[in-house]
């Protein structure tokens, strides 16, 4: 099972700022939370990555509370091209690998 | 092109033939990772290898083989398949004890 919980889906409209709250309650200590974006019929793509308070980059930024257990993706100005799947992960660390099962994702919809 | 290369794009097999899938990095990462995605379901992840050496399984059938030789290429040999094993499959790389992947674009199969 997917150890992450996020809306199924959201509207928005071009312009306005876009957030999509992630709820983890059973994050490890050693998790990381990463979102991904995902067009259809494409590989996801990866957004952004973060532990503990705030990580921004050039596309989103990530706020993460200090006890952890949510997270929040922050996606600034829409576009209709960021009408896509987006997926926040918790990885499970296996074999010195992380392991990652996703969930159903929020499908996020820009309107015009 | 994210640096994760699938071949082929799309494939159309009978029932009783045997192909296969291929994936190819050149990022430098050791860790490779096959997911399925059906329609309207969430990705689920097939096999994962970790310097070559295959480290989870989940309980995939067995008409589906992976083989990963060196730790740029991974394969997944086909054959008997179902026709509800069309899907849009998926190719992962990382580092190890990286939190992050590199999605391919995938290998969209059709199962007639």
């Known amino acids: 099972l997917a150890k992450t919980t996020q809306p199924i889906s959201m509207d928005s409209y071009e312009g306005q700022e876009v957030n999509i709250t992630c709820s983890h309650n059973n994050i490890a200590t050693n998790d990381y939370i990463t979102w991904y974006q995902q067009f259809p019929s494409q590989g996801p793509r990866f957004i952004i990555q973060?532990?503990?308070t705030k990580v921004t980059n050039e596309v989103a930024s990530l706020f993460i509370p200090a006890d952890r257990k949510s997270s929040t993706l922050s996606l600034p100005r829409v576009s209709l091209s960021d009408t896509a799947v987006y997926y926040c992960l918790v990885g499970d660390f296996l074999s010195g690998t992380y392991k990652y099962i996703f969930g159903t994702g929020t499908r996020l919809k820009v309107l015009a | 092109e994210t640096g994760v290369t699938q071949t082929p794009r799309h494939l159309v097999m009978g029932m009783t033939n045997k192909k296969s899938l291929k994936c190819e990095q050149h990022l430098g990462h050791n860790a490779m990772y096959w997911y399925k995605q059906s329609a309207k379901k969430p990705l689920e992840l097939m096999f994962v290898?970790?310097?070559?050496?295959?480290?989870e399984n989940n309980s995939v059938p067995s008409r589906f083989s992976p083989e990963c030789p060196n730790s740029s290429h991974l394969f997944l040999h086909l054959h008997t398949l179902q026709p509800e094993d069309s899907a849009l499959y998926l190719c992962?790389?990382?580092?190890?004890?990286?939190?992050?992947?590199?999605f391919g674009s995938g290998t969209r199969l059709t199962v007639v």
């Open positions: 290898y970790s310097l070559e050496e295959r480290v």
């Open positions: 973060g532990y503990k």
């Open positions: 992962a790389s990382s580092q190890l004890s990286a939190a992050s992947y590199t």
